[in-house]
């Protein structure tokens, strides 16, 4: 049981290029979210997913695009990548609320992304 | 709208001394509040939740909170630090929307803890 595994773990980008941050889980979850920390702001939401094929903007979309074919997989995709968007992204999952389980909500190790 | 505020952005104590990290939210109702604790360089850690029942949880690593209504607050309490618990504190609420479990996070108090 892998629960839930980001890749890559670092990468350096430069302006302008894209690139796409994979999130994987094996846990049977219908939620998954990515967040963005950055030093003194704590996490922030940028889109989530509650299903298969079903998508939504989360505090701070800006810049990133996201969709989610399978219930497995929630790729989170730069199209330009930007100086603003260097950070740690954390991927997270869980079972939708109200499915019992506690709502526990596991979170990746997070991917160390530097825009040059 | 929700939001969390964690005052203290560092504390330091000593080994052995006991500890509580300040938590104050704004929601406008019974909220699902969670600490999460981040090792440098590392993901995050669930330390304890709180959906109702009881507002004195217990937690991994000796560490419990306690829900206060009328103040709004979550407080992570320890009664006796280890070294090991440097470390990055979050707390956060999880508001009820259908199906999706987004938090909305503190800015973290980070504790240096002084042999």
């Known amino acids: 049981n892998a629960g839930v595994t980001q890749t890559p773990k670092f990468q350096v980008l430069k302006t302008g290029q894209s690139m796409t941050l994979q999130c994987a889980q094996d846990?049977?979850?219908?939620?998954m979210s990515w967040y963005r920390q950055d030093p003194g702001m704590g996490l922030r939401l940028i889109h989530y997913?509650?299903?298969?094929?079903?998508?939504d903007q989360g505090e701070v979309p800006n810049g990133y695009n996201v969709s989610r074919s399978t219930t497995e997989d929630f790729p989170l995709r730069l199209l330009s990548a930007a100086p603003s968007q260097t950070s740690v992204y954390f991927c997270?999952?869980?079972?939708?609320?109200?499915?019992?389980?506690?709502?526990?909500?596991?979170f990746g190790e997070g991917s160390w992304l530097t825009v040059v | 709208a929700q939001s969390v505020t964690q005052p203290d952005i560092h504390i330091t104590v000593s080994e052995g001394a006991s500890l509580e990290l300040r938590c104050n939210y704004s929601y406008g109702a019974t909220p699902y509040l969670f600490w999460y604790v981040q090792s440098p360089g590392q993901g995050l850690q669930l330390l304890l939740k709180y959906f109702s029942g009881d507002t004195l949880v217990q937690g991994i690593k000796g560490f419990e909170a306690e829900f206060k209504r009328s103040q709004s607050s979550f407080n992570l309490r320890k009664p006796s630090v280890h070294w090991s618990d440097a470390a990055e504190y979050f707390c956060?609420?999880?508001?009820?929307?259908?199906?999706?479990?987004?938090?909305?996070f503190g800015t973290g108090t980070r504790l240096t803890v002084i042999p």
């Open positions: 997270a999952s869980s079972y939708s609320r109200g499915q019992g389980s506690g709502n526990t909500i596991y």
């Open positions: 846990m049977n979850h219908e939620y």
């Open positions: 956060a609420v999880g508001i009820d929307q259908t199906g999706a479990n987004n938090l909305f």
């Open positions: 997913s509650v299903g298969a094929g079903i998508t």
